[in-house]
């Protein structure tokens, strides 16, 4: 359960820091992936394990790996 938790921060910071450096607001990014601003705040506090569709949706409008996405890679 602690690793689950270490992981889901990890992912929750990396989709906000993406966010930012693309200049997204969590509105327009709910958009481009078909889910709600309220979606984008749980997933980037933390508070709500992101699926899978929408783990690969954000990697592909971030332009990124999921690798990356997820923190095995750093981002370019």
Do not use: C, W
Not at 27 to 43: C, F, P, S, V
Not at 44 to 50: A, C, F, K, L, V
């Amino acid at each position: 359960m602690q690793e689950e938790n270490k992981y889901n921060k990890l992912v929750a910071q990396n989709i906000r820091i993406l966010r930012k450096q693309n200049k997204y607001s969590q509105e327009y990014l709910a958009e481009l992936i078909d889910r709600t601003r309220e979606h984008i705040n749980r997933l980037e506090t933390g508070r709500e394990t992101i699926g899978f569709p929408t783990f690969i949706k954000l990697a592909e409008v971030f332009g990124v790996s999921l690798d990356e996405l997820a923190g095995f890679e750093k981002s370019k």
